[in-house]
């Protein structure tokens, strides 16, 4: 049944509780609520119905009628999709807010939006969806990121097992090689390493780009952080004759980031500062906090970021080269993949490089103050 509220306007509710909600909810400004282009939907966590839909959610899940609205509501699972475990509710009810990972579907067509979370003066918890069926520009995108990601998937599984088989022949376990065998081999070995490294660019991309929950952050020790990566650098290093080292950096400095998420963005980092080196060059890292700020610092060298790249050196598909022995190409995707995780973390990125000298690039993060 419609119920009328203190300030004259009606809305659609449930329950026995519905003239407690009425009566806390009869200030809110039902014609900004009825205005809204998204559906909105308030309930409690028992589901045992909506206490208010606006007026889009009645057109879109009833077309018009708040009764109809009512029982799609009922039969048509969309509270089911919101309650699966660690689904929405549970991220809303966690985190304020959340986006629906698993779309809810009404008439067959998908529906796109979040769940806030919210207490009233009794510490009665609500909580409030608001959604619109999916356009045809984010159906095009969905299906375009599921696509990809199925592709990637099912690219690197037998990429992998290739790669393997190279390395075995290479090995020489499998019996002696002629030279230009041997010579085949290391092309097939180079290109698999490229191929593979593509598809983990693709997969960080869209994991970067993807709605959702994220990773918790964490306190993380940064000269720690460092050294670690230093190390496992070292190796990266020596194969195309370039010192990896670390700069004197605070043992107690901190930062609040997820540590999988800044390891990618300095190793990128690091190992493209390898890569427009020359032999017996060095690249060092280090960190220094530099006031509510702490900035870690990437340096190599080399030759410089050529003029005509550093405006859109960031951008998607971007590509540089660099020479070190050998070319080494890349595909475009590392540093708009690093821009964005960055930013994620609420940091930003810069670089400094003078034609001939090399260039250094600085991550700047918020500081842990203690």
């Not at 509220?5 to 400004?29: M, Q, R």
Request: with cysteine.
């Amino acid at each position: 049944m419609a119920s009328k509220f203190k300030d004259g306007t009606t809305g659609y509710a449930f329950g026995e509780e519905v003239a407690c909600f009425a009566e806390a909810a009869s200030g809110l400004n039902r014609a900004l609520w009825d205005g809204m282009a998204d559906a909105v939907l308030v309930f409690e966590r028992s589901m045992k119905g909506a206490y208010y839909m606006n007026l889009a959610a009645r057109d879109l899940l009833g077309a018009g009628s708040a009764v109809c609205a009512a029982e799609n509501l009922r039969e048509g699972g969309f509270f089911h999709d919101l309650m699966a475990e660690d689904g929405p509710l549970d991220q809303a009810e966690r985190n304020g807010s959340a986006g629906f990972r698993t779309h809810p579907t009404f008439d067959g067509k998908r529906l796109n939006g979040q769940v806030m979370s919210t207490k009233d003066q009794h510490e009665n918890r609500y909580f409030i969806a608001m959604f619109h069926l999916e356009t045809e520009q984010e159906s095009a995108e969905y299906l375009r990121r599921e696509v990809n990601s199925v592709i990637t998937h099912e690219l690197r599984t037998p990429l992998t097992s290739i790669k393997g088989a190279l390395d075995l022949l290479k090995s020489g376990l499998v019996g002696p090689l002629s030279e230009k065998a041997e010579s085949l081999l290391n092309i097939a070995g180079a290109n698999s390493d490229r191929m593979l490294s593509l598809i983990q660019e693709i997969l960080d991309l869209n994991e970067s780009a993807q709605a959702g929950p994220k990773p918790k952050s964490e306190n993380i020790n940064v000269a720690s952080l460092l050294e670690g990566l230093v190390t496992t650098h070292q190796g990266y290093g020596s194969y195309h004759g370039v010192n990896v080292c670390m700069l004197p950096t605070y043992a107690a400095l901190q930062v609040h980031v997820v540590q999988d998420q800044l390891m990618k963005i300095l190793s990128n980092l690091l190992s493209n500062a390898v890569k427009a080196s020359k032999r017996n060059q060095s690249v060092e890292i280090w960190a220094q906090k530099t006031g509510a700020h702490l900035s870690i610092y990437i340096r190599d060298h080399g030759d410089g970021i050529p003029e005509e790249l550093r405006n859109t050196l960031f951008d998607r598909y971007t590509k540089g080269s660099w020479r070190n022995g050998h070319r080494t190409s890349s595909s475009g995707l590392g540093l708009n993949i690093v821009r964005t995780l960055v930013e994620q973390m609420k940091g930003t990125i810069s670089f400094d490089t003078q034609s001939g000298e090399g260039t250094t690039f600085c991550v700047r993060l918020p500081a842990v103050h203690g």
